[in-house]
C-alpha cells in the first residue's frame, strides 16, 4: 500500500537525485480509445522517446473500427520510464496474462505506470491498485469497485498520485494526468509549454471535481466572471479577499461563491492557492528573483510563508525545487 507521503517522499528523492523520465511505451489494447491514442501522441511525441505497443505487433483495432499499425510488441514495455495503460472498448473483460505480467514487471523494475479512463482497469487487474488510491472515468465507478474492491477509489477526482502509480478519469482528464506527470517530474515550464501548444488549461488540480452540474454559470454574468478569474490571475501579488472577488463581478458574497463552485469545481481560496503556487513554480524555473521577491510576486506576505505552502505541495522547499527544474532564459 502507497500513501500520500510514500508518494511526496518519492517525488523528493526524484527532485534530488535529478531523476525524471525520458523514454514513455503506451499499451494499446484491441479497441484502443482513438480519443486517447491521440491526445497522449499529442503530449508526448517529439518530447520524448515515446512508443505505442501492444499485445501482438500488427494491425490494431481502434474504437472508431479503424485499423491502425502497430510495430512494437510489448517488450517495450521492459525499457520504458513511464507505462501508460490506455483505455479500450473490452475493458470488462481481464487483460492478456502477457500484458499483466508486463505492466507488472514494469512497476516492479521502477517504471512509473499509469492509465487513465478505463485503463485503470488494466492497472486494477494486475494488481497494481490493490491498497492505493486510484480513480477512473465517473461513469464506471460503481462497476469498477465492484470489481476491484481492494483499490481504494476516489471517483470524483480528475486524477490520484500514489508515486509510481497513477490514475486519471476519463476522456479530457487524460491530459491532465499526462501534464501532472511532466509537471511532477519536469517542472511547470514543460507542463505549461505543452498545454499551450495544446490549447488546453495549464494545470488543474487532482483533486478537482471530474465534473459540475453547471460548468459554465448562466446568465448574462458568464463573461463577467470570467474576466473577475482572468484578473485574479494575473493580480496574485495583490490582497485577493472574496468580499472583493464579489464586488468585481458585481455579486453578493453568496452569489458569486456559488457561481465560482459551478464554475471551477473549487472555492476561492483553494484555487487562489493553486494559482499562486502555479506561478511560484514558473518564476523559480524561469527566473533568478530571490525566494523572496518570488514570494512578493504571487501574493504572499512573506517567503516563510510560501515556503510552507510549497514544501507542502512539493515535498521539497523552493529552492531545491529550483535546482532540479530552473530553465532560466
Known sequence: MTSGTDATDRWKRAIIAGMVFRSVAAYAPQGVLAFSLGLVGEVFTGRFDFAVCTDRPGPLRT????????????????????V??????????PPPPSAVAALRAAHARGAIVAGHC?????????????????????????????????????????????????????AAAGADMCLHLIRREHGAAAANEIAREMVIPP???????????????????????????????DNLHRRLTVDGLAARALASRRTFLRRFADATGSTPHAWLLAQRLNRAEEL????????????????????SI????????????????????????
Open 63 to 82: 474504437d472508431l473500427g479503424l485499423d491502425i499499425r502497430v510495430d512494437a510488441g510489448l517488450d517495450r514495455l521492459a525499457t520504458a520510464d513511464l
Open 306 to 329: 510560501l515556503r510552507e505552502h510549497f514544501s507542502r505541495r512539493r515535498g521539497v522547499p523552493p529552492r531545491t525545487y529550483r535546482r532540479a527544474f530552473q530553465r532560466v532564459r
Open 118 to 170: 478505463v485503463g485503470a482497469y488494466a492497472l486494477a487487474g494486475a494488481g497494481l491498485l490493490d491498497g492505493r488510491r486510484a480513480t477512473t472515468h465517473w461513469r464506471f465507478a460503481a462497476d469498477f469497485a465492484a470489481r476491484f474492491p481492494a483499490v481504494r477509489l476516489a471517483s470524483d477526482v480528475l486524477y490520484v498520485d500514489e508515486g509510481s502509480v497513477v490514475t486519471g478519469a476519463g
Open 84 to 93: 501508460l495503460a490506455l483505455p479500450g472498448g473490452r475493458f470488462r473483460e
Open 284 to 303: 523559480l524555473e524561469t527566473t533568478d528573483l530571490p525566494v523572496e521577491e518570488v514570494a512578493r510576486r504571487v501574493g504572499f506576505s512573506a517567503a
Open 203 to 233: 494545470h488543474r488540480e487532482g483533486g478537482q471535481a471530474q465534473y459540475v452540474a453547471a460548468p459554465v454559470p448562466d446568465g448574462a454574468d458568464d463573461g463577467r466572471l470570467g474576466a473577475v478569474l482572468a484578473w485574479a490571475r
